[in-house]
């Protein structure tokens, strides 16, 4: 009887040669066992992707737009932020400066007054203007002490100079800026300037304004002129165009009161 051969011989043989064969491929002491190129990939349509890259293009959309609503939220409360820090800002600046309508507001100055001859109602009234404006929240005394600032000249320089001793020893107190402006008004207005007002007074005429313009600076010149009633009546019938106060002489009932003379005189330019 011959001997049989064992059928896992021929098996073990097999997988014997072909590890061989790998472990030389690996080594670079063989040729690679598969050495066609493989084929080029062509690119998939939209329609044909699969459903969870669709679902996944979805949630990145939708986070997106919470992260847009995130930061417009933001920008909100970043600019109640910014609003709540300008009021505490301007709050702040407006103690240091006195000023109440803000640090971007500009008021012009008065002009230093130097006892010049009509000039004191135009301090006082610019004096005016910026404490209201600018130094609302100042101590009384710093006001005062402010508007003599503006007051120079050798002319009255020594009444300055007797008003702040006064101020400082504490022999003179003023409630009110505007208790002090009144005092200075009369000190340097009275008389001399009256007599300044009444001269411009007298000089004014229509020329080529409207009546509308001419009334409103006849207006101002009267102010502090001393002419009151009829006089004051007169110098405006002089001052007007020729035209238009024959008409007014000829209506039948002449106006009374000079701003009957204002409204009629207008009225009867606009028809």
């Known amino acids: 009887m011959g ?8 098996t073990e043989i097999s997988l014997s040669s072909e590890y061989e064969s790998e472990s030389e491929t690996s080594t670079g002491s063989a040729l690679p066992l598969y050495t ?9 349509p939209i329609d044909s992707l699969p459903t969870y ?6 949630n990145f959309h939708e986070v997106i737009c919470q992260q847009q609503e995130q930061l417009v939220a933001m920008q909100v409360q970043i600019q109640a932020l910014l609003v709540a820090g300008g009021g505490a800002a301007g709050r702040m600046e407006r103690g ?6 803000g640090p971007h507001v500009e008021v ?15 301090f006082v009234t610019a004096c005016r203007l910026y404490l209201r404006m600018k130094m609302r929240e100042v101590t009384v005394e710093e006001q005062v002490f402010w508007i003599l600032s503006h007051v120079q000249g050798r002319s009255v320089d020594i009444w300055k100079e007797n008003v702040m001793e006064e101020l400082e020893a504490g022999e003179m107190e003023y409630e ?4 002090f402006l009144t005092v200075l008004k009369k000190e340097f207005g009275g008389e001399e300037e009256e007599a300044v007002k009444a001269a ?7 020329g080529g304004k409207t009546m509308e313009e001419f009334v409103q600076e006849f207006k101002r010149a009267v102010r502090g002129s001393g002419y009151e009633g009829r006089p004051l009546v007169e110098e405006f019938k002089k001052g007007m165009n020729g035209g238009i106060m024959r008409k007014l002489m000829e209506a039948e009932n002449l106006p009374a009161s000079i701003e009957q003379w204002y409204r009629r005189a207008m009225a009867l330019e606009r028809n």
């Open 3 to 10: 001997l049989e051969e064992d059928p896992l011989s021929h």
């Open 36 to 44: 066609s190129p493989l084929p080029p990939l062509s690119p998939l």
């Open 53 to 58: 890259l669709n679902m996944s293009q979805i």
């Open 96 to 101: 240091m400066t006195g000023s109440n309508m």
């Open 108 to 122: 012009a100055k008065p002009a230093i007054f130097n006892r010049e001859a009509g000039k004191v109602g135009g």
């Open 176 to 179: 009110t800026a505007e208790e």
């Open 200 to 206: 411009e007074l007298r000089k004014m005429e229509q």
